[in-house]
């Protein structure tokens, strides 16, 4: 029904050939499109504002004026801004932008192509969900809008269909086609999704920020529960006749603390929600279990799902409403106590970023003393000094000597693990990097980065660094799946 304004199958789009059409919407398309070179599959969004312009006889997209054409050029440049900066973004819980580029007079946006099922198809047949899988799958959510947030964007259209749940049960957000710089001067288009979308969002100059993303995801965690999308909120002023989620959600399955926390984020004036992703992190991980087996899709019923659990770094929450009440937890499943844990995590956040409480939980299991483990966690940390500082904080009573002089003078790197980059002493492309941990993340979840990151230090060639990698993954089926494929990208069998 779309053929008049889509690219045909087999087109060939430099390296690409384009498969069929995913999407069509206002500000473009999306297309299944095959890499030849990698012999992959992909999605590639084409920039076509339907207002604006149309295709040509040859392909190509024009102006449908010379009035609209100052608007299209325009919308072009920030299109492929925006591509710039989405590829920036490296987290396994946020679709991966891998390519953009010009062509056909408009432009082009490659991506990882996301199998699996969105939210809103996916969730019909596996109602009522689990609390904690629903829980996980927050703050995986959470872990990948902070990365959005912290690099001065905002999604702006969190809904049940741009979640994806991929084969293996991990969610990815998806569609950052009303994505904008959440500091910008200039007024933004009005993005609404009814029952997602805040007040704010229905303004051009409405007051929007990290708080505007929050309420929509606690939207869909409301019409996760309640099976009912939120009233929309135009119609929650003056007079907020919307029933909470701690009255419909069921209190024998879900902790009144997650349903609070719902509330919070859907609180219809922005400054009485969370006002940054840390916030209602802080307050949805305690929930966790930490004994209990994780559900591979987040879901009852279903098989294993790797830990995806993010804890930010301490952000107040906002004076003018309570936050819900937390959890406490005294000892973890791994044998460690859990204040101790989350102390070292919190340190290590401001190293590693969001994944610090992964990679804290990580090497738990792993260690076997105390020493064991914050020797594990410090080689984590590139500055010298701050190691060391680690160390004394964390290590047993007895040792804390911490590392010699000689380490502790090292200098510091710029290894920021939150946003993304490997360091910069690495011998490997970066592109390959990124590959490798997209892969291993299918495995082993966010933690991914951290160790794509150790073992890209440690290693002295690609084998050597994909064989690091693949002693994390526990199936030998999977380990040799992980082998083929990133090895197949690199050209080597």
Not at 224 to 241: C, F, L, N, Q, W
Not at 258 to 274: G, K, Q, T, V, Y
Not at 306 to 329: C, E, N, Y
Not at 403 to 410: E, G, K, L
Request: proline share 6%; aromatic share 6%.
């Amino acid at each position: 029904m779309h053929s008049e304004i889509t690219l045909p199958r087999g087109y060939q789009l430099q390296e690409y050939r384009i498969e069929s059409t995913l999407g069509v919407g206002g500000f473009g398309l999306t297309y299944l499109a095959t890499d030849a070179n990698l012999n992959m599959q992909v999605a590639i969004k084409e920039y076509l504002p339907s207002d604006l312009a149309l295709r040509a006889e040859d392909q190509s997209i024009r102006s449908k004026s010379d009035h609209t054409l100052e608007r299209f050029t325009w919308g072009r440049a920030r299109f492929l801004d925006e591509s710039r900066t989405l590829a920036s973004f490296r987290h396994p819980n946020i679709v991966r932008v891998m390519r953009f580029f010009e062509a056909n007079q408009t432009a082009y946006m490659v991506m990882e192509f996301v199998a699996g099922q969105p939210l809103n198809e996916w969730v019909k047949t596996r109602r009522p969900v689990h609390a904690e899988g629903l829980t996980e799958m927050a703050l995986a959510l959470l872990g990948g809008i902070a990365v959005i947030h912290q690099s001065g964007y905002l999604h702006r259209d969190i809904k049940p269909g741009n979640i994806f749940l991929r084969q293996d049960g991990t969610p990815v957000l998806l569609d950052f086609g009303s994505a904008r710089a959440s500091s910008a001067d200039t007024e933004r288009t009005a993005i609404v999704s009814p029952g997602y979308a805040p007040l704010e969002q229905y303004h051009a100059h409405g007051n929007q920020g990290p708080w505007t993303d929050i309420y929509a995801l606690g939207a869909v965690l409301y019409w996760v529960i309640t099976g009912h999308k939120p009233m929309e909120a135009t119609a929650r002023v003056p007079h907020d006749s919307m029933p909470l989620a701690v009255q419909l959600g069921d209190l024998t399955r879900y902790p009144r603390a997650l349903l609070e926390a719902i509330d919070w984020s859907l609180a219809p004036a922005e400054r009485s929600r969370p006002q940054t992703a840390a916030a209602l992190c802080q307050t949805l991980e305690p929930l966790l279990d930490r004994g209990a087996t994780r559900n591979h899709s987040g879901f009852a019923g279903s098989t294993q799902m790797p830990d995806t659990t993010v804890v930010m770094q301490h952000t107040s929450h906002p004076t003018q409403t309570p936050h819900p009440g937390h959890t406490s937890h005294t000892t973890s499943a791994t044998g460690f106590d859990a204040d101790a844990l989350k102390r070292m995590a919190s340190d290590l956040a401001a190293h590693l970023g969001p994944v610090a409480s992964i990679v804290v939980k990580s090497a738990a299991k792993k260690a076997s003393t105390l020493q064991q483990l914050v020797t594990s966690l410090a080689t984590d940390i590139a500055d010298g000094t701050a190691r060391a500082d680690f160390i004394r904080k964390h290590a047993p009573v007895t040792d804390r000597s911490g590392p010699p002089a000689a380490d502790r003078s090292q200098p510091a790197r710029n290894t920021t693990l939150a946003t993304g980059l490997y360091p910069p002493q690495s011998p490997f492309d970066s592109a390959m990097l990124a590959r490798a941990e997209l892969e291993l993340a299918q495995h082993i979840g966010a933690v991914a980065k951290a160790i794509v990151r150790r073992a890209s230090a440690r290693a002295h060639t690609e084998q050597e660094l994909h064989a690091l990698l693949a002693n994390e993954i526990d199936d030998a089926n999977d380990r040799k799946s992980f082998l083929r494929r990133v090895m197949s990208v690199s050209g080597r069998v």
